[in-house]
């Protein structure tokens, strides 16, 4: 067999000789050389399309180059505008997935209906990207660190893991501390982060309670009791209930606190003749941190200011415990009526708040004017409660004409209510907590002060009084989609239930308005979404639906699941 000669060499170029460089065709040429069939090229030949937007010949002969990228039957163009359709694609059922993570059947149903008109599907994802969305919360930026760095041990045998603990800690003091204020938060970080069990202001029992509330707040359920899971809040209120009973018949500033922690408790669990003993409990200690007073701050030697503004700050904070009890009028004050100084007006150094676990904008809380106000405006309620379960139950006027003086005292108290703590002025719960507290006081006041007198039925809301509670309940529903459109449902403070139960109790017989009607689903999402890991929002739901079915009010199908229907009682 023959070989093959080899091919000859080539030849160099003669010095000196330009090489022209080979033209790189591009992956398509634009509709203009298209038509006139010019090659496509990467060169800067002024013959050829480069390519570009507009090509070097388009440019030459001011015309309008126009690309058209689906022309390019390559492969690797192709295989490109495959992916990003699937980009489009995913993005498209990412955003309906959100929908439906964040729960709200109003907006739910809304998309539903325009996917069911056969649109197309470019014209969804441009109706969901012209619909107004919640915050996408899967986008934020979450702190690296706790706010606050403290120990688990010695206060809790429940764990060892400090971490976990100090983000307990750090949820608590930004959304429950800021609307229940009966623990001064530094004096309480400082000694717990000291660990000394024999602190004056921290204790196991204080420590555990904090922590079962804190739980609220986890965006997971209660853990599994298996070897190895994280404590939850079943367990840490279970050891806070066990600590207490060790200390019956003791009595301190942190048992007092811890009482108070564990009433919260009792309250998100629904367990409400357990949370009533220890409310009586909370009003009798409190009576008693009174009269003692003057002796545990002397015996406190060199701690004696601190022990005093504690203290002040404990009896102060539980005073409005029950924000929501007192203005319904179906328990009575179990406080006695406390007298305080007001506190300096001015901004003080350290008094901020910050929107923990999510990275935002630092703010003034502005602490010492929410605890003036919030101490006048329970003082009011105070006197609401002593009207109707006073030992003297004889009225001087009509109910209607008594009802009328406690509303004037509280609009008057609104009015007095300084710019700064708008929530415009200043977003943090406790703003929004401030207003919705006076408004569910308006509502209950509005509705009637005889206890007897059963303010849920229509018709027997006195003439004039529905508007002003359907105002209030407007505005109640209007500022809980304040906090959703800048924070997680999730990170409600447990107060906002309560509210959110009078505006629901009050929107449901005036659903055959409009805005009511919104507000009345909007709120009731916000419920639901609570209702996941919240046992007293459940309770909430379910209260509703009776109603609605007691009064034969058929629910908005934006509060019904899929498929689901209303069905009112005989």
């Not at 999510?358 to 919030?374: E, R, T």
């Amino acid at each position: 067999m023959t070989s093959r000669p080899p091919p000859p060499p080539r030849s160099a170029p003669p010095t000196g000789t330009p090489i022209r460089p080979r033209d790189k065709k591009a992956s398509v040429a634009c509709a203009e050389c298209r038509k006139r069939k010019a090659k496509a090229s990467l060169t800067t030949s002024p013959i050829l399309c480069n390519g570009g937007v507009p090509c070097e010949r388009c440019r030459q002969h001011k015309i309008t180059c126009i690309l058209d990228e689906e022309a390019d039957g390559r492969r690797k163009g192709a295989l490109e505008r495959r992916i990003d359709a699937l980009e489009n694609d995913r993005g498209l059922l990412q955003r309906l997935v959100g929908s439906i993570h964040q729960d709200n059947p109003r907006d739910l149903h809304r998309i539903l209906d325009f996917i069911r008109t056969n649109a197309s599907l470019d014209e969804v994802r441009h109706f969901l990207a012209d619909s107004p969305q919640e915050a996408d919360w899967d986008q934020i930026q979450l702190f690296d660190h706790p706010l606050y760095q403290v120990p688990a041990q010695p206060w809790t045998d429940l764990t060892h893991d400090s971490d976990y603990v100090s983000r307990l800690i750090s949820l608590y003091f930004t959304w429950i501390h800021p609307v229940q204020g009966w623990i001064d938060r530094d004096l309480f970080i400082r000694d717990m982060q000291s660990g000394n069990p024999d602190a004056t202001f921290c204790s196991p029992l204080l420590v555990n309670a904090l922590l079962a509330i804190a739980c609220c707040y986890l965006n997971l359920p209660d853990p599994i009791l298996v070897q190895g899971a994280p404590p939850g809040r079943l367990r840490f209120f279970s050891e806070a209930k066990r600590l207490l009973d060790e200390e019956e018949g003791k009595l301190s500033l942190t048992s007092f606190q811890g009482r108070c922690a564990v009433y919260l408790s009792t309250c998100v669990l629904c367990k409400h003749m357990l949370g009533w003993q220890y409310l009586v409990d909370i009003g009798e200690c409190a009576r008693e941190l009174m009269v003692k007073r003057n002796t545990l701050i002397m015996r406190a030697a060199e701690r004696a200011e601190e022990l005093s503004q504690a203290l002040e700050t404990a009896l102060i904070g539980s005073f409005s415990l029950r924000p929501v009890a007192i203005p319904n009028l179906h328990q009575p004050s179990m406080m006695q009526k406390p007298a305080r100084n007001s506190p300096p007006q001015a901004y003080q150094s350290g008094d901020d708040w910050c929107s923990y676990p999510i990275k935002g904008a630092v703010v003034a809380s502005h602490a010492n004017i929410v605890s003036d106000a919030f101490f006048n405006l329970q003082l009011i309620l105070w006197d609401i409660s002593d009207t109707a379960f006073g030992s003297n139950q004889e009225y001087v006027n009509s109910p209607r004409e008594v009802a009328d003086v406690h509303c004037h005292r509280l609009e008057q108290w609104a009015s007095r209510i300084p710019e700064c703590m708008t929530f415009r002025a200043t977003p943090t719960p406790a703003a929004l907590d401030l207003q919705m507290r006076y408004e569910s006081a308006m509502i209950s006041v509005s509705g009637g002060i005889s206890v007897s007198q059963n303010t849920n039925k229509p018709g027997l809301i006195p003439s004039g009084a529905d508007q002003v509670r359907l105002s209030s309940a407007r505005s109640i529903g209007s500022l809980l989609g304040e906090f959703a459109s800048r924070w997680p449902v999730m990170y409600m403070p447990l107060n906002y239930v309560q509210y959110a139960s009078m505006a629901l109790s009050v929107l449901l017989y005036d659903l055959d308005n409009t805005e009511s009607k919104q507000l009345f689903a909007s709120t009731f999402a916000v419920v639901h979404t609570l209702a996941r890991r919240l046992p007293m929002a459940q309770e909430v739901l379910q209260q509703i639906r009776e109603k609605a079915g007691q009064a034969q009010i058929p629910l908005p199908e934006e509060v019904l699941s899929p498929g689901a229907k209303s069905s009112p009682g005989p």
